[in-house]
């Protein structure tokens, strides 16, 4: 073909682009965002959370290996203070408060299983042996020293 056969043609990525800039400029930015958030949401029925999880980790080794653990404190940075700039600085002090809020109710629950499982551990230790149970570890004699776990 001569250059005169190709006066006027673009390449894929030309096309591409001007298409989706028509396409943007007739519906909207958010179109795109709906469209998007339907494909999402389709990959995650057929593939499952782990898939986004899994791809999102590689991408994530692959910045790394790129440009560096130092490029995650920096843009770390950048939007704490972008977030700082937009919400203020009293918006780091109301999550802070919910999450050591969370934190506390689920040591609670922990305590609270915890406590359930030991109570659960008394009342079958105090029950006779099913057949086929293990029989309960005995303390060591008194010249042996206490293994892990054992008191002493």
Same mark, same amino acid.
């Given at each position: 073909m001569s250059d005169k056969d190709n006066k006027?043609?673009?390449?894929?990525?030309?096309?591409?682009?001007?298409?989706? @800039?028509?396409?943007?400029?007739?519906r909207g930015r958010e179109f795109y965002e709906t469209i998007g958030r339907k494909g999402g949401a389709t990959v !995650?029925? @057929?593939?499952?959370?782990?898939? %986004?999880?899994?791809?999102?980790? !590689?991408? #994530?080794?692959?910045? &790394?290996?790129?440009r560096?653990? &130092?490029? %995650?404190?920096?843009? #770390? &940075?950048k939007g704490g203070d972008r977030?700082?700039?937009?919400?203020?600085?009293n918006f780091y002090e109301e999550i802070g408060r919910k999450g050591g809020q969370k934190v506390k109710k689920l040591i609670e629950?922990? &305590?609270?299983?915890?406590?359930a499982a030991?109570? /659960?551990?008394?009342?079958?230790?105090? /029950?006779?042996?099913? @057949?086929? /149970?293990a029989p309960p570890s005995t303390p060591p004699s008194s010249g042996e020293p206490a293994g892990p776990g054992q008191n002493e």
């Open positions: 006027g043609s673009m390449t894929v990525a030309e096309a591409g682009r001007k298409g989706g @800039e028509t396409v943007r400029n007739e !995650k029925a @057929e593939r499952g959370r782990s898939f %986004y999880e899994e791809i999102g980790r !590689k991408g #994530g080794e692959t910045v &790394k290996a790129e560096g653990a &130092k490029f %995650y404190e920096e843009i #770390g &940075k977030v700082k700039a937009t919400r203020g600085p629950e922990g &305590k609270r299983a915890a406590r030991m109570a /659960a551990q008394e009342a079958t230790a105090g /029950a006779p042996a099913q @057949e086929g /149970a």
